[in-house]
């Protein structure tokens, strides 16, 4: 009987078991003290069927219906709700704003462009690691300056991850830099630029070599932040820095350039005279004292576009930056635009809401604005990133065109145009043709680019922009 007893029992465990499993099958994703709870489908592999998902489009003022073929319809609510956001016009592949005239909110952008005959076109690119190492921004730069003029790499960081495979500066340094950032609890003082980087002491020697347009290094400028000690003039004595303090070495060959750097700012630009060099090596006298940021190498006309890349960020991290240093960029090298290209450390395959997200950029957003009101500002919606579904099959993350709505959104709500860069890849599973199409333009993990897809998106974006460039002054076409 005892026997009979226990076997009982087990059956009994089992079986409330199993009828458990099987009635989380019909509860919805839900969120429980904090805990997101998702469906089970313990029968999927016997009751699921492949079917399709149908998106529309609003093609010359008529709504078309495209059946996409997917599988395993119930482990794919997520991607059934959030395809329910494509639905775009075919302008929306272009740049927009909420204003009737696309090219509304580039206007001060393609003004300065007209006049870089004459002046420098200042442009700031931040992204994350889809543009690191200058990937998509050297190509879009050197479009750009072929069409209007310019040369330089713009900011080149002190130090960099990226330096070994970026092809447009070749970039060394020595190992002796102390480097601060945004996710450094501890900063030491040291205020931190749009780059996100700040630097104590060292030596960084530069060299331009690759970069298509380039012939010699242009007005290479140091830039750095208020000083934290002593201050002592420097000069130059028979070749020799008299210096011991707070100086800049340049040496190219048997020559040497001492420069004085005077910190008087939150965000100090000094500019050195190398005309003709190719090569340049910099190094700093006892400047333990002073944040140093980086160089630019830049010419004094033309277009300028400064790389701002940092991994692993979701552009938040830029309320760090102090209103001290945005205003004191905003007087000596002011940005004609501000371009913010996010989301691949954002979008998620179990989140539709991205209103936390929102409410961070919109705070970057406003402070932006309000130190660089006389900039365009363009936001890069989120490209197609793929995910494994649960049905071990690669497919469009289901969270992407959630943060694509959220993002056009923003840019609506804070006057910026628009550049919707999942609709323009082709949407829905785009990334897969990208990965695995008859030319490779990105990744195995269906994220990040190669050089040839940075390429590709560069000519893309370049293409887009002139194409509100010729709205706006259709008289430039020859420029």
Known sequence: MEFKGSVFKVVALVGLTVFFLHATTYINESVFVGFQAKPMRLLADITSKKTTIATQKVV??????????????DSLTHLQDSLQLAVVSEDEKFITSSKKDSTFYLKAFFEALNQ???????IAYFGDSMIEGDLLTSDLRNLLQQKFGGNGVGFVPITSLTAAFRKSIMHTFSGNWISFSFTDKFKNGNPIPLSGFAFN????????????????????????????????????LNGRSSSKHNSLLIHNGSNTISTFLKSERWFNRTTVNVSGYKTIKASFALTDSIP?????????????LDNFSFRGSNGINL??????????IQQQTPYDLIVLHYGNNVANETMANYSWYSSGLRKVLYRLKKEFPNASFLIVGASDKAYKNP???MATNPGVPFLVETQRKLANEFGCAFWNLYQDMGGYNSMLGWVDGQTVFANKDYTHLNGAGAKRMANMLYNRLMENYAKNTPSNESL
Do not use: H, M
């Open 60 to 73: 010359n003022g008529e709504v078309e219906t495209v059946f996409e073929p997917v599988v395993s319809a």
């Open 116 to 122: 870089a005959q004459t002046k420098p076109v200042r």
């Open 201 to 236: 002491a060292g030596y960084a020697p530069f060299s331009d070599t690759i970069s298509r347009n380039i012939d010699t290094l242009k007005l290479p400028s140091v830039f750095y932040s208020v000083t934290r000690g002593p201050i002592e003039k420097a000069y130059v």
């Open 292 to 304: 140093l940021y980086g160089f630019s190498f830049e010419s004094d006309k033309g277009v300028i």
């Open 319 to 328: 309320l760090q930056v102090s209103s001290g240093i945005l205003r004191d």
């Open 391 to 393: 049905d071990g099959v």
